[in-house]
């Protein structure tokens, strides 16, 4: 699809500057964007790439429209600012890029359903899905080839489970939850007794239930529960490879970057946030609000608000202060040195003098 930049204008309700009639072909990132691109600027970092930049047009932040125009007084390029640049990008991208029409297919006589299972109205369920008995599916669901849904999972309205992603039995989905390939729900919890020598499985028996509006990445794994629930909060978007383990108890909003780690019975509040790769402990609760930077390894609570980065993880403050020092060693093990040659010298001259004192 193609537009201009008075069409863009129009569209976001916002003043345009340059030449408007400028068509308009694609949407891409700063340095990314060519002639006939729209790209857009919502911090410092990328107003100074604008200067290496071939876009046709750009989306400018409300706040930093007085520093563009010192910069950009004199740009070829089309401008237009908004209150919040990257959303209005989004908007425009998407009409750009329109999302692909998806076939109405039906229930696929390909797919294995047993009899006992209960499936709403409107669904779309694609060859090679395997329905367990007791199932229940509400309407409006779309499920892609190679899914396997075990017995007596209950699934809610407006899901959509992609290609190969297995549940367990028990599972519960709830509404508008958007499931991608390959993730696994409800499967056995690491967990065994060590006894006479051996290791001896301990039996997982309870389930995994995700609240409503839960995006789950490809390659993640939720383990369920070994008595109650391996819980997942409302609204919470976890990424791609994200392992969290049984009886896990997540609150609602948090967002979980790829490879993030949890133990066993971790607990979090709303909104919580983890870069990639942070590892947490069993048993630890992280307050409403916490961030933990990429790599943490956090092994006690968290209080609320707290950002903690490191490992093991410490407030944000003190682990920059602890980096800092660390950079610093090797100049303070020169120092020392040099101190140690100083007052060897220091005490090769006292000996001398003592000697000369005791011979006078």
């Not at 949407?27 to 790439?49: C, M, Q, W, Y």
């Not at 849904?149 to 699934?155: S, V």
């Not at 790599?295 to 209080?303: E, L, N, S």
């Amino acid at each position: 699809m193609s537009t201009t930049v008075e069409w863009i204008a129009q569209a976001l309700g916002c003043p345009a500057r340059g030449n408007q009639r400028l068509e308009i072909h694609g949407a891409e990132s700063v340095l990314k964007a060519g002639p006939h691109d729209i790209t857009f600027v919502g911090d410092e970092l990328n107003l100074k790439r604008l200067q290496s930049s071939n876009a046709g047009a750009v989306i400018v932040e409300k706040r930093l429209d007085e520093s563009f125009q010192k910069i950009y007084d004199e740009a070829t390029f089309a401008s237009l600012t908004v209150v919040d640049a990257q959303a209005a990008f989004i908007q425009i991208i998407q009409k750009l890029r329109p999302p692909r029409s998806l076939p109405k297919i039906g229930i696929s006589s390909e797919a294995e359903i047993s009899d006992e299972a209960k499936i709403g109205e409107n669904c779309d369920i694609y060859p090679q899905v395997t329905i367990r008995p007791g199932v229940q599916i509400g309407k409006n669901c779309r499920i892609y080839p190679g899914v396997y849904i075990g017995d007596d999972c209950i699934i809610g309205d407006d899901v959509t489970i992609h290609a190969n992603a297995v549940l367990y039995p028990d599972v519960k989905i709830a509404n508008r939850v958007l499931i991608h390939a390959t993730a696994v729900l409800g499967c056995d919890g690491f967990g065994y007794r060590f006894e006479n020598g051996r290791y001896l499985k301990i039996p997982h028996l309870g389930s995994v239930q995700i609240e409503e509006d839960v995006e789950i990445g490809a390659g993640t794994t939720i383990d369920r529960g070994m008595i109650g629930a391996t819980v997942i909060g409302e609204g919470s978007k976890v990424d791609n490879q994200v392992m969290i383990a049984h009886n896990c108890e997540i609150g609602k909003h948090n967002a979980f970057a790829s490879q993030v780690g949890f133990a066993g019975s971790i607990t979090t509040g709303d909104y919580v946030r983890c870069a990639g790769q942070v590892g947490i402990a069993d048993h630890v609760h992280i307050g409403d609000q916490a961030t933990l930077g990429a790599r943490a390894g956090v092994h006690r609570d968290i209080p609320s608000g707290e950002i903690h980065i490191g490992t093991p993880a410490a407030p944000e403050k003190e682990q920059r202060k602890i980096v800092m020092s660390i950079r610093k060693v090797p100049e303070m093990r020169k120092q020392i040195r040099d101190l140690e040659k100083h007052i060897q010298t220091l005490n090769q001259r006292f000996e001398e003098l003592k000697n000369e004192s005791s011979a006078a």
